[in-house]
DNA sequence: ACCGAAATAGTGAACGTTCACTATTACTCG
DNA sequence: CGAGTAATAGTGAACGTTCACTATTTCGGT
């Protein structure tokens, strides 16, 4: 998180007239009518003047002139359905509560793309803070616009400083060690893309409960958080591979996995146990119903919120502690194919 | 929609400070400090005058001199997944290409709340249309603040002018051709919440498609969306009920529908037909695959965007026109138990 | 070369607040 | 009771633009 630096005083239109020899609303008429109505030579000044100081007009003393905002509002239904949506919910109803108003905006174009419109946002000084739910490259870390907002983010790179409880793939230990605990023994892990933190925190803990456990991994597949991804993963597994529990990175993975599983005949728990993650709606009625994890993304969108205002207003959050995920049993997880006589899920002793 | 009425100009602190007999200043500490640090006596002359001038500060003019905006953005990935997402998304970024700036806000409560809370944010000044896309209450639709911001609507009650187009539920009359083509003669329809225009629009259609064909219906079931509704629906369905196609209002209400007719121990497609709505990513890969129709809410956010736009600039819209609906045939649905015989999906020669 | 209109440029005020002062009033204490 | 100080209230400027004017320049036509 970056501090504000000095709040270097953007030029005015003021400035800009002087730097190019004509009258402020010489400038002004540049900026209304994109250099209509101005002689060459007058125009090519401005121009050079705004350049040369970094111009960029003042949008709030525009609207104040004016009386024209440029803000459109948008009414909602509350967002329960959707990972981001619901982050996105519990960001903004914070971000209401403690007086801020938000904008949104939805990034797309790759990283680098992002990054750009990031730094642009930011120099605007058209918002105070900046709360990123979308990965941004690490290098927009460094050398953000000296007065620029604060900027915060929910799934980032570790180079910068992510708020990491989306990352928190613990649970994925816990869906292990229940399984083993059924007796399963080997495992594949369908990962999102790894570009996120919490693909990577999934991953991690994958590798390091199998490890921590004893257990074998067939090995990790790295998806795309597609179900074409978890349907490939399954198509390319050798028929004697003998994983028989797949852990997913998400939901919409895992009918991937399930589908896949359907095409080889392999029955879903009998055969293969599959675990997905995020409770999407649908898989609650799968058949099988989708095992996954349930996590509490408005309230994680909240406290992402509740973070960015805290250093906006430079004091320590005080944030909601409350776990966020919270696994869901259903049909798709099962007793592994030669333990079948084991009970239920449940814990399982820890070799530590 | 509403025509921006007069533009009444909102009282300043000036008139409020006369009003009550003060100084500006003074006012403005009332405001700042909610009246920390004034006589009692000057604390309510000042919250009198205020009362009776409707007096609501102008935070442009606010922001100008406090060189704070009171703005955060929120930067999100491109929401392709999921619904109210999408159209967020397409409305976001029309807006964006307009040169607006959006607030997004997400309205919980009933319709009246709901309405309560628009009628303010249209009176408050802040913004220059409001795009809703939740519905809210007929009442609204009448006496809206005078110098207020223009409503357009997605999804509406009747009484208000909805932009209709997701209510176009005709794409359900195609689904219901195509399966009487495969020889089902007997229907059911699980709807979403009638609150709904787009769910009226499906129901609409149903029953007119039923009449027009002269196939049968065992009936409607109204629903909440909920995939509950749709396993409830099926549950309660007479073992001797004959209908062999279910057509429901959403995906997930169709994951409800699938998961009982399992229970029932009815296979899907070859005892019963299902038919969902929306292509929820992860019924594509459920077992079987949902069949269901594809909406284009993208073009359906940034068209409701444009139509608001438009009304801000008193000009035309400029709409795209693009078909939104578009039907997916998966596994779910199939020929009717008594035709198997009968090929694949197709159109059906019409009786009309 | 001159007139008049069109094109271009400049001046000062205004938008509605809050900031940084100064002025007044009320209160405390010797 | 008066001086000193704290509490309260008032004054004028400033924030950075655009609006509504006025002033100057340019240019075509006679």
Same mark, same amino acid.
């Given at each position: 998180? &970056?501090?504000?630096?000095?709040?270097? $005083?953007?030029?005015? +239109?003021?400035?800009?007239?002087?730097?190019?020899? %004509?009258?402020?609303?010489?400038?002004?008429?540049?900026?209304?009518?994109?250099?209509?109505?101005?002689?060459?030579?007058?125009?090519? $000044?401005?121009? @050079?003047?705004?350049?040369?100081? /970094?111009?960029?007009?003042?949008?709030?003393?525009? #609207?104040?002139?004016?009386?024209?905002?440029?803000?459109?509002?948008?009414?909602?239904?509350?967002?329960?359905?959707?990972?981001?949506?619901?982050?996105?919910?519990? &960001?903004?109803?914070?971000?209401?509560?403690?007086?801020?108003?938000?904008?949104?905006?939805?990034?797309?174009?790759?990283?680098?793309?992002?990054?750009?419109?990031?730094?642009?946002?930011?120099?605007?000084?058209?918002?105070?803070?900046?709360?990123?739910?979308?990965?941004?490259?690490?290098?927009?870390? #460094?050398?953000?616009?000296?007065?620029?907002?604060?900027?915060?983010?929910?799934?980032?790179?570790?180079?910068?400083?992510?708020?990491?409880?989306?990352? /928190?793939?613990?649970?994925?230990?816990?869906?292990?060690?229940?399984?083993?605990?059924?007796?399963?023994?080997?495992?594949?892990?369908?990962?999102?893309?790894?570009?996120?933190?919490?693909?990577?925190?999934?991953? $991690?803990?994958?590798?390091?409960?199998?490890?921590?456990?004893?257990?074998?991994?067939?090995?990790?597949?790295?998806?795309?958080?597609?179900?074409?991804?978890?349907?490939?993963?399954?198509?390319?597994?050798?028929? /004697?591979?003998?994983?028989?529990?797949?852990?997913?990175?998400?939901?919409? +993975?895992?009918?991937? %996995?399930?589908?896949?599983?359907?095409?080889?005949?392999?029955?879903?728990?009998?055969?293969?146990?599959?675990?997905?993650? /995020?409770?999407?709606?649908?898989?609650?009625?799968?058949?099988?119903?989708?095992?996954?994890?349930?996590?509490?993304?408005?309230?994680?969108?909240?406290? @992402?919120?509740?973070?960015?205002?805290?250093?906006?207003?430079?004091?320590?959050?005080?944030?909601?502690?409350?776990?966020?995920?919270?696994?869901?049993?259903?049909?798709?997880?099962?007793?592994?194919?030669?333990?079948?006589?084991?009970?239920?899920?449940?814990?399982?002793?820890?070799?530590?």
């Amino acid at each position: 998180m &970056a501090v504000p630096g000095t709040p270097r $005083r953007r030029p005015t +239109i003021m400035e800009v007239a002087r730097e190019a020899g %004509v009258s402020h609303q010489t400038v002004s008429r540049y900026l209304r009518n994109n250099g209509e109505g101005l002689k060459d030579a007058t125009r090519e $000044r401005v121009a @050079a003047a705004i350049r040369e100081l /970094d111009y960029r007009p003042n949008l709030v003393a525009r #609207s104040m002139r004016t009386r024209r905002t440029g803000r459109l509002a948008i009414l909602l239904p509350v967002l329960h359905s959707w990972n981001a949506a619901r982050m996105l919910d519990g &960001a903004v109803s914070a971000a209401h509560e403690e007086g801020f108003v938000v904008e949104v905006m939805s990034l797309d174009g790759d990283a680098r793309a992002r990054g750009e419109r990031m730094f642009e946002l930011a120099d605007s000084g058209q918002v105070e803070g900046i709360l990123s739910l979308t990965p941004l490259p690490p290098e927009s870390a #460094s050398g953000l616009p000296a007065g620029a907002a604060v900027v915060v983010s929910a799934d980032y790179d570790d180079k910068m400083r992510g708020i990491g409880e989306l990352a /928190d793939g613990s649970t994925v230990g816990e869906i292990i060690e229940a399984l083993a605990g059924m007796g399963h023994r080997r495992f594949l892990h369908v990962s999102g893309q790894l570009q996120f933190s919490s693909a990577r925190g999934r991953l $991690r803990t994958y590798v390091d409960t199998i490890a921590r456990l004893g257990l074998e991994s067939h090995g990790v597949v790295e998806g795309d958080w597609t179900p074409e991804a978890g349907l490939e993963a399954i198509r390319s597994l050798p028929e /004697d591979s003998g994983v028989t529990a797949v852990i997913a990175a998400s939901d919409v +993975i895992a009918a991937g %996995v399930c589908r896949g599983a359907m095409e080889r005949g392999w029955r879903i728990p009998e055969d293969l146990s599959v675990t997905g993650w /995020d409770d999407n709606p649908v898989g609650a009625h799968l058949h099988p119903s989708l095992t996954t994890v349930s996590v509490d993304l408005g309230l994680l969108g909240r406290n @992402a919120m509740k973070r960015l205002v805290a250093v906006v207003r430079d004091v320590e959050p005080e944030l909601v502690e409350r776990p966020l995920n919270r696994i869901v049993w259903r049909e798709s997880a099962g007793p592994a194919p030669r333990a079948r006589t084991a009970g239920g899920p449940g814990p399982v002793r820890r070799r530590a």
